[in-house]
C-alpha cells in the first residue's frame, strides 16, 4: 500500500476530515510565520507527571522558544537570575512572563489562562496587534479552547502551532501509533504487542508474549517517558500461571489509575543495543515537507528505560539511514493527516540489526528542547553537546543566582576550547536539587569529560 492509500484509509477509519473541522479556524498556516507567539508547557492530558519531583517548574522550558516580544505561560514564579540569565547570557531577547493560578490542577495552566481576567485579558491585547500564535507542549483539547476564547473575545486572528486534537491523540496515543506505522510501512517495524481492555485478556496476552523473549511489558497508551511502563521478567510471570498473571495486570491497572474502557498494551519487551530518537518539524500546508532535525541517542534509566537526557547520535551510516528512511515516511503520513510542528519519534536497534518504532512522541520533550536552543546559540552549525537531568541532594536549597557562581565563566564563554554548560528548567533546584544542563564540547569525549567530571567538580560535588 502506497503512503497517500494509507493515509486515505486510516484518515477514513478514524473520520479525520470530520473531527478537523471544529479547529479549522484556528489551524496554523504558513503565512503565520513571524507572528508574535504566546507559548505554554501545559502538561494536563499527560498522566503521572505529578509524580515527577519540582514538575510544575517544568513550564519554564517554554522560556527557551521564546523568542523577542513573546509571552510564556508558568503556574510558578520564575527563578530570581534566570530572565535576566536567558536574555543576557543566551541571548534570547525580552520575554514576558503570564503567571496563572491553575487552583485544582498545576498543570493545567491553558484552562487557567481562561478563568484569569487579567490573563486573559493580555491575551486580547496581543492578539489585537496583528495576531497571536499559540505554540503548546502539546496541542490537547484545552489549547485550542483557549485560542478559541482569545478569538471570541477580540474577532482577531488567532492560530495554533499544534496539531489540532484528532491528529495530536494520533500521534501520541501508543495503539493509535502503532496502526499507523502498520498501515505505511506494513508489519514487523514495531514490537510484537496485544492490546485489550479486559484484565484477563491482558494476563493471557502477557503469557503469550512471555514464550517469545526474557521480558514482557505493560503500557499505559498516553503516558510520557515509560511513567506508565512496567517491565516483568518472562521466566517468573510464567511460574505464576494465568492467575498469578492476572493478578499482576490487576495491580498494573490499579497503580496507574485506569478507569476500564481504555486499551492497555502488553508488549513484548526487546533488548536494544540503542534507542535513538528522530526529531522532525512538520510544517503546515504549503510550508514544505517534513525536515529532519537530528538522530539522537536517548539516555535512559531503570528497567522501564526512563528518559533523563540525549546526545546527537554516534549510530552507524547505514542505521541512522534505515531509522531516518522509516521515521520520514511516518513523518509524510502524518502531516497529511494534519499535524503541525514539533514531532519525534522513538526507536529501538535490536541485536540483530532490525530498527523498530516505540512509540510517537507528537510535543516538545526532553530532546527537542535542549535541541532547539543549542541550534538556536550556534546557527552556524550544532557544536558536540549532551542534554540531561542533573540530580544531587547536596544541591538543595541552591539558588540559581548561587549556581551560576559555582559555575562561573563555563556558562558565557562561547569561544573558549575548555567547554561550556547551558542551563534550564532551573525551578526545581532549590527544593529538589535539580536542574537540566547541555554541556558543550570539541568532541564527544571531551563532552562526556564535561558533564561527568567537570560539572560535578565545579559545583562542589567532587569527581
Same mark, same amino acid.
Given at each position: 500500500?502506497?503512503?497517500?492509500?494509507?493515509?486515505?484509509?486510516?484518515?477514513?477509519?478514524?473520520?479525520?476530515?470530520?473531527?478537523?473541522?471544529?479547529?479549522?479556524?484556528?489551524?496554523?498556516?504558513?503565512?503565520?510565520?513571524?507572528?508574535?507567539?504566546?507559548?505554554?508547557?501545559?502538561?494536563?492530558?499527560?498522566?503521572?507527571?505529578?509524580?515527577?519531583?519540582?514538575?510544575?517548574?517544568?513550564?519554564?522550558?517554554?522560556?527557551?522558544?521564546?523568542?523577542?516580544?513573546?509571552?510564556?505561560?508558568?503556574?510558578?514564579?520564575?527563578?530570581?537570575?534566570?530572565?535576566?540569565?536567558?536574555?543576557?547570557?543566551?541571548?534570547?531577547?525580552?520575554?514576558?512572563?503570564?503567571?496563572?493560578?491553575?487552583?485544582?490542577?498545576?498543570?493545567?495552566?491553558?484552562?487557567?489562562?481562561?478563568?484569569?481576567?487579567?490573563?486573559?485579558?493580555?491575551?486580547?491585547?496581543?492578539?489585537?496587534?496583528?495576531?497571536?500564535?499559540?505554540?503548546?507542549?502539546?496541542?490537547?483539547?484545552?489549547?485550542?479552547?483557549?485560542?478559541?476564547?482569545?478569538?471570541?473575545?477580540?474577532?482577531?486572528?488567532?492560530?495554533?502551532?499544534?496539531?489540532?486534537?484528532?491528529?495530536?491523540?494520533?500521534?501520541?496515543?501508543?495503539?493509535?501509533?502503532?496502526?499507523?506505522?502498520?498501515?505505511?510501512?506494513?508489519?514487523?517495524?514495531?514490537?510484537?504487542?496485544?492490546?485489550?481492555?479486559?484484565?484477563?485478556?491482558?494476563?493471557?496476552?502477557?503469557?503469550?508474549?512471555?514464550?517469545?523473549?526474557?521480558?514482557?511489558?505493560?503500557?499505559?497508551?498516553?503516558?510520557?517517558?515509560?511513567?506508565?511502563?512496567?517491565?516483568?521478567?518472562?521466566?517468573?510471570?510464567?511460574?505464576?500461571?494465568?492467575?498469578?498473571?492476572?493478578?499482576?495486570?490487576?495491580?498494573?491497572?490499579?497503580?496507574?489509575?485506569?478507569?476500564?474502557?481504555?486499551?492497555?498494551?502488553?508488549?513484548?519487551?526487546?533488548?536494544?543495543?540503542?534507542?535513538?530518537?528522530?526529531?522532525?518539524?512538520?510544517?503546515?500546508?504549503?510550508?514544505?515537507? !517534513?525536515? *529532519?532535525? @537530528?538522530?539522537?541517542?536517548?539516555? /535512559?534509566?531503570?528497567?522501564? #528505560?526512563?528518559? %533523563?537526557?540525549? +546526545?546527537? =547520535?554516534?549510530?552507524?551510516?547505514?542505521?541512522?539511514?534505515?531509522?531516518?528512511?522509516?521515521?520520514?515516511?511516518?513523518?509524510?503520513?502524518?502531516?497529511?493527516?494534519?499535524?503541525?510542528?514539533?514531532?519525534?519519534?522513538?526507536?529501538?536497534?535490536?541485536?540483530?540489526?532490525?530498527?523498530?518504532?516505540?512509540?510517537?512522541?507528537?510535543?516538545?520533550?526532553?530532546?527537542?528542547?535542549?535541541?532547539?536552543?543549542?541550534?538556536?546559540?550556534?546557527?552556524?552549525?550544532?557544536?558536540?553537546?549532551?542534554?540531561?537531568?542533573?540530580?544531587? !541532594?547536596? *544541591?538543595? @536549597?541552591?539558588?540559581?543566582?548561587? /549556581?551560576?557562581?559555582?559555575? #562561573?565563566?563555563? %556558562?558565557?564563554? +562561547?569561544? =573558549?576550547?575548555?567547554?561550556?554548560?547551558?542551563?534550564?528548567?532551573?525551578?526545581?533546584?532549590?527544593?529538589?536539587?535539580?536542574?537540566?544542563?547541555?554541556?558543550?564540547?570539541?568532541?564527544?569525549?571531551?563532552?562526556?569529560?564535561?558533564?561527568?567530571?567537570?560539572?560535578?567538580?565545579?559545583?562542589?560535588?567532587?569527581?
Amino acid at each position: 500500500m502506497t503512503v497517500d492509500a494509507a493515509v486515505a484509509d486510516f484518515r477514513d477509519r478514524l473520520d479525520v476530515e470530520r473531527r478537523l473541522r471544529p479547529f479549522e479556524a484556528f489551524r496554523y498556516r504558513a503565512s503565520d510565520a513571524g507572528t508574535r507567539a504566546v507559548h505554554l508547557d501545559d502538561f494536563a492530558a499527560i498522566p503521572f507527571l505529578d509524580g515527577v519531583s519540582g514538575v510544575e517548574h517544568y513550564q519554564h522550558r517554554a522560556r527557551l522558544r521564546a523568542r523577542g516580544g513573546d509571552s510564556y505561560v508558568a503556574s510558578t514564579p520564575g527563578s530570581a537570575g534566570y530572565e535576566r540569565y536567558c536574555r543576557e547570557v543566551l541571548g534570547l531577547g525580552a520575554a514576558e512572563l503570564l503567571e496563572v493560578d491553575p487552583a485544582g490542577d498545576r498543570l493545567a495552566i491553558a484552562r487557567a489562562c481562561m478563568e484569569n481576567r487579567a490573563v486573559l485579558d493580555r491575551l486580547g491585547t496581543l492578539a489585537r496587534r496583528g495576531g497571536l500564535v499559540v505554540e503548546p507542549f502539546l496541542g490537547a483539547e484545552a489549547i485550542w479552547d483557549l485560542a478559541a476564547a482569545v478569538a471570541a473575545e477580540t474577532g482577531a486572528r488567532v492560530r495554533v502551532l499544534a496539531p489540532p486534537p484528532p491528529v495530536t491523540w494520533i500521534a501520541n496515543d501508543k495503539a493509535d501509533f502503532e496502526d499507523l506505522v502498520t498501515a505505511v510501512l506494513g508489519p514487523g517495524f514495531l514490537p510484537e504487542s496485544r492490546r485489550s481492555a479486559s484484565p484477563e485478556a491482558l494476563a493471557r496476552a502477557l503469557l503469550e508474549l512471555s514464550e517469545t523473549g526474557p521480558s514482557v511489558a505493560l503500557k499505559r497508551l498516553r503516558c510520557a517517558s515509560a511513567m506508565g511502563n512496567e517491565v516483568f521478567e518472562s521466566a517468573a510471570l510464567r511460574r505464576r500461571g494465568l492467575s498469578g498473571a492476572l493478578e499482576i495486570v490487576r495491580g498494573f491497572l490499579e497503580r496507574t489509575g485506569w478507569e476500564g474502557g481504555e486499551d492497555v498494551l502488553a508488549v513484548r519487551w526487546e533488548q536494544a543495543t540503542s534507542s535513538p530518537s528522530t526529531q522532525w518539524w512538520l510544517p503546515p500546508p504549503g510550508g514544505g515537507e !517534513p525536515t *529532519l532535525d @537530528g538522530v539522537y541517542e536517548q539516555i /535512559l534509566a531503570g528497567e522501564e #528505560g526512563v528518559f %533523563v537526557g540525549s +546526545r546527537p =547520535s554516534g549510530l552507524a551510516a547505514e542505521v541512522e539511514e534505515r531509522i531516518v528512511l522509516q521515521s520520514g515516511q511516518v513523518a509524510d503520513a502524518l502531516q497529511r493527516l494534519g499535524y503541525v510542528g514539533r514531532c519525534s519519534f522513538d526507536h529501538l536497534v535490536l541485536a540483530d540489526g532490525r530498527v523498530v518504532f516505540t512509540e510517537c512522541n507528537g510535543r516538545w520533550g526532553g530532546t527537542s528542547t535542549p535541541m532547539s536552543l543549542v541550534d538556536r546559540l550556534y546557527p552556524g552549525g550544532r557544536p558536540r553537546y549532551q542534554a540531561q537531568a542533573f540530580v544531587h !541532594p547536596e *544541591l538543595t @536549597g541552591l539558588t540559581f543566582r548561587q /549556581l551560576l557562581a559555582r559555575l #562561573g565563566d563555563a %556558562v558565557d564563554d +562561547r569561544g =573558549s576550547a575548555a567547554g561550556r554548560f547551558l542551563l534550564y528548567n532551573v525551578g526545581p533546584l532549590e527544593q529538589f536539587g535539580k536542574f537540566d544542563v547541555v554541556a558543550l564540547g570539541s568532541s564527544r569525549a571531551h563532552v562526556e569529560e564535561l558533564m561527568t567530571r567537570e560539572l560535578p567538580r565545579r559545583l562542589g560535588l567532587g569527581a
